[in-house]
């Protein structure tokens, strides 16, 4: 079920890695963002499920920015100045974060109890599930925009060819504006139920970017049930991990983790004179 | 001035500039010792990031890995293992000047070789990977490994260990690691000077331009990205070692395994130098460490805020850096040492 959310922001990550060729690190970091959002709702009063509905508006706005003012200008340029771009964000967010917000780990109390089964063998923490059907539902709703809306196809589209999709009359830097928005508001839904399920705290977004990243290669680009499961195998991966290893282990774990999938890839890759691009 | 002169000038000028610098600042010589080591960083970034195309954010992993074998190095050889926790609980690690000579020599020397072979086999498998796949592997792996660091306890785990205190009397430490990173960043120099000069160097620039092409010309191009990596890991390994004993202590994740601190500043160094030039390096860390030094202090807890802006401006509006700047600016000046890009 925490897969799921995982597979949220790996959805984000494809959809800009797909469409704009740009590796967002920033990723990491707009989950923590719309985790915050939740933060902030929960301690002033308002329910933080709301916050689903809201960070989404607010990151979209961030992620706009941020495209207007940086990405717009590495789009055409190779890989790995967008890559060193989204990192310097990263940076710039994590510490504006911590500054604004403090460092402490922070969570968004919500109130909602947990189901017990068979005689409390089996629990099922209410949030958890309802944050899954949201995840899902969300999932849902973006396969829909992208196949059926003018926007949605203009995307497609621009993924497919960008310069044939200029000469078809699609203003493709919108195109690309309206994914790197639509990218952070993704992550800010899923950030937002993160801060429900666990906790945030500003510098955890890295270790979300490269989930997001390993699912997203693991799936391949644009591989949307591949991406759900890659999302869910990675949950139940790390939740096994976590309790075999060791929790102090998690991190090492899925940094760990993303070395070998990279380095085995290659290999199987490597074996057919191919390699990943 | 004839074009045969400048270098000597150049090279004796920044020789003064070592020896005196130190003894004429007696206040600064950590910070010039660091300097020393930013350049090295550079320098050593620059091997794969700028002549090769390939953008590591893991290369922190061999200083931290040399700073802890050089440290391990001095423990073993004349500490009993059992007293090893009270030991550098209490910080009480006194020896004789011959015996920590020798002792950091030691470790240098097998932390030098442990990174090499690290390099190596990690290389085989990491450097298989093309550019950006590259760049995000080493950025887990610098991450993974610190984490890993912080929980073996032979080398104190979280709690960190500490290096044995430096034998003369305490303001002279500044001086000896300002002098052992200057003679570190003068020989980084000339090897890579002279390793560029090779078929290596323009191996290298080969699998930066197309690698594709590179292979198809018969270049092992893994294998020498891997040598390419070794000789990184190799001086890596040395600052390492020297900066554990310059600092004392060892920990883990703020000294070892740096990675949001050294770890990026040596990509931006380079960039903002000019990646893919000999100096662009050298000119990129003083700058960036010299104003570090100066405005870092006014900028109290903004300081990975104003890391972060840099990065960003620098990459998004001066891609080229400082060397490719002047270079675009007065061509005349590096002679034959034109590149024109070609597009």
């Known amino acids: 079920m925490i897969g799921a959310l995982f597979a949220l922001a790996a959805f984000g990550m494809a959809l800009v890695w797909g469409v704009m060729n740009v590796i967002n690190i920033t990723q990491g970091e707009f989950v923590v963002l719309g985790g915050y959002v939740a933060v902030l709702l929960a301690e002033n009063g308002i329910h933080p499920f709301y916050a689903i509905l809201v960070a989404p508006i607010l990151l979209y706005g961030i992620g706009w920015f941020f495209y207007q003012t940086i990405i717009k200008r590495v789009v055409d340029r190779d890989l790995f100045t967008s890559l060193l771009a989204t990192f310097g964000i990263s940076i710039l967010l994590q510490q504006l974060m911590n500054q604004v917000f403090g460092a402490d780990i922070r969570r968004a109390a919500h109130g909602y109890g947990t189901w017990g089964f068979f005689d409390g063998l089996v629990t099922v923490e209410q949030v958890k599930l309802l944050a899954a059907v949201a995840a899902i539902a969300l999932g849902g709703v973006l396969v829909l925009f992208l196949k059926k809306s003018r926007l949605g196809q203009a995307i497609r589209a621009t993924a497919q060819n960008a310069r044939a999709a200029r000469i078809m009359g699609i203003d493709t830097d919108k195109v690309y504006a309206a994914t790197y928005s639509l990218n952070a508001a993704i992550c800010g839904a899923a950030g937002a139920m993160v801060a429900m399920i666990w906790v945030v705290e500003p510098y955890i977004g890295l270790v979300y970017t490269i989930r997001a990243f390993m699912i997203a290669i693991i799936a391949g680009l644009g591989n949307l049930s591949g991406v759900v499961v890659a999302g869910l195998g990675l949950g139940v991966a790390e939740n096994f991990a976590g309790f075999i290893l060791g929790a102090e282990y998690q991190i090492a774990f899925v940094f760990g983790l993303l070395v070998v999938i990279l380095v085995g890839r290659s290999y199987l890759l490597g074996r057919k004179r191919e390699y990943l691009k | ?343």
């Open chain 2, 1 to 343: 001035m004839n074009t045969t002169d400048r270098p000597v000038l150049l090279y004796g000028g920044i020789l003064m500039v070592g020896i005196f610098l130190p003894l004429a600042f007696p206040a600064f010589q950590t910070q010039i010792a660091m300097m020393w080591m930013m350049i090295t960083f550079a320098l050593t970034w620059d091997i794969l990031g700028g002549r090769m195309g390939y953008n590591s954010f893991g290369n922190i992993v061999f200083f931290g890995v040399g700073m802890y074998a050089a440290a391990s190095i001095q423990h073993e050889l004349y500490f009993d293992i059992g007293q090893f926790e009270v030991i550098s609980n209490q910080f009480n690690l006194q020896l004789t000047p011959e015996k920590y000579v020798f002792g950091l020599g030691l470790g240098m020397i097998v932390g030098a070789i442990l990174c090499v072979v690290m390099a190596w086999v990690m290389g085989l498998g990491i450097l298989g990977l093309r550019g950006q796949y590259f760049a995000i592997c080493t950025l887990g792996l610098g991450v993974a490994v610190g984490e890993f660091a912080g929980s073996i306890d032979y080398i104190g785990a979280g709690s960190g260990m500490a290096a044995p205190v430096f034998p003369l009397a305490m303001g002279s430490a500044g001086l000896f690691f300002s002098y052992f990173f200057f003679i570190l960043v003068v020989a980084t120099f000339f090897s890579l000077k002279w390793l560029y000069s090779t078929r290596f160097g323009l191996a290298l620039n080969a699998i930066r331009d197309d690698e594709d092409k590179a292979e198809a010309m018969g270049l092992h191009t893994t294998r020498y990205k891997t040598v390419a990596w070794c000789v990184a890991a190799f001086f890596l390994s040395f600052a390492g070692a020297g900066f554990g004993h310059l600092n004392g202590f060892i920990d883990p994740l703020d000294v070892a395994f740096p990675g949001a601190t050294f770890g990026v500043w040596m990509v931006l160094m380079a960039i903002l130098g000019g990646k893919g030039t000999l100096w662009g390096p050298v000119v990129g860390a003083v700058v960036f460490h010299v104003t570090q030094e100066f405005f870092w202090s006014t900028l109290l807890g903004w300081q990975r805020v104003a890391l972060g802006l840099l990065i960003v401006i620098v990459v998004v509006f001066f891609p080229l850096g400082i060397m490719g700047w002047a270079k675009e600016r007065w061509p005349e000046r590096f002679g034959h040492k034109i590149e024109e890009s070609p597009s």
